[in-house]
T-cell receptor
Framework: KNQVEQSPQSLIILEGKNCTLQ??????????LRWYKQDTGRGPVSLTI?????NTKSNGRYTATLDADTKQSSLHITASQLSDSASYIC???????????FGKGTRLSVIA | GAVVSQHPSWVICKSGTSVKIECRSL??????MFWYRQFPKQSLMLMAT?????????EQGVEKDKFLINHASLTLSTLTVTSAHPEDSSFYIC???????????FGNGTRLTVT
């Protein structure tokens, strides 16, 4: 069964600190992996998209990594800001027209 | 960048009435749009895939007669919640993409409250 598991479920960090969110998946055949940021009450916003051949991609203070062999991805946030408080969702796409598989998200709270 | 506009952003309706939610891609054409439902502190749950000019594909457990989807053009898809009940109260979000490998662009969601 295609699944995406994210950890931790929630995380609280101090402003200015770094953090890493994890995403493990069993989706096969793999096509791409996406990280989204969802502010409360808003639609998700794309942070990164990686295909099989890419193992790292950055977007400002966000850096995503992908290990297609172990089927793991991480999202690293550097020098966190209060505005980083949101849910971060990992989404994995399979080949063809099969639906994307969504993780349940990690709820990040950055406090002063 | 690609923008998806969703309207209304919130709606309150009485039980038994129908509500229509619009999803528009403002600066790109989307042959495929997706509709999701999200309960508090839960992840997005795909309800259906909407293809322009053809019938929507519904996920298992989603009643197609209750959640009517119309994708009449490359820039507009609508979701109508028919005979709404309080348990239909949720956050409904649409998304669209230019092609299979591109990012999903999400609307800002519609919060539906059925009283």
């Amino acid at each position: 069964k295609n699944q995406v598991e994210q950890s931790p479920q929630s995380l609280i960090i101090l402003e200015g600190k770094n953090c890493t969110l994890q995403c493990n998946y069993t989706v096969s055949p793999f096509s791409n992996l996406r990280w989204y940021k969802q502010d409360t009450g808003r639609g998700p916003v794309s942070l990164t998209i990686m295909t099989f051949s890419e193992n790292t991609k950055s977007n400002g203070r966000y850096t995503a990594t992908l290990d297609a062999d172990t089927k793991q991805s991480s999202l690293h946030i550097t020098a966190s800001q209060l505005s980083d408080s949101a849910s971060y969702i990992c989404v994995v796409g399979s080949q063809g027209n099969t639906p994307l598989v969504f993780g349940k998200g990690t709820r990040l709270s950055v406090i002063a | 960048g690609a923008v998806v506009s969703q309207h209304p952003s919130w709606v309150i309706c009485k039980s038994g009435t129908s509500v229509k939610i619009e999803c528009r891609s403002l600066d790109f054409q989307a042959t495929t749009m997706f509709w999701y439902r999200q309960f508090p502190k839960q992840s997005l749950m795909l309800m259906a895939t909407s293809n322009e000019g053809s019938k929507a594909t519904y996920e298992q457990g989603v009643e197609k007669d209750k959640f009517l989807i119309n994708h009449a053009s490359l820039t507009l898809s609508t979701l109508t919640v028919t005979s709404a009940h309080p348990e239909d109260s949720s956050f409904y979000i649409c998304s669209a993409r230019v092609d299979h490998f591109g990012p999903l662009h999400f609307g800002n969601g519609t919060r539906l409250t059925v009283t």
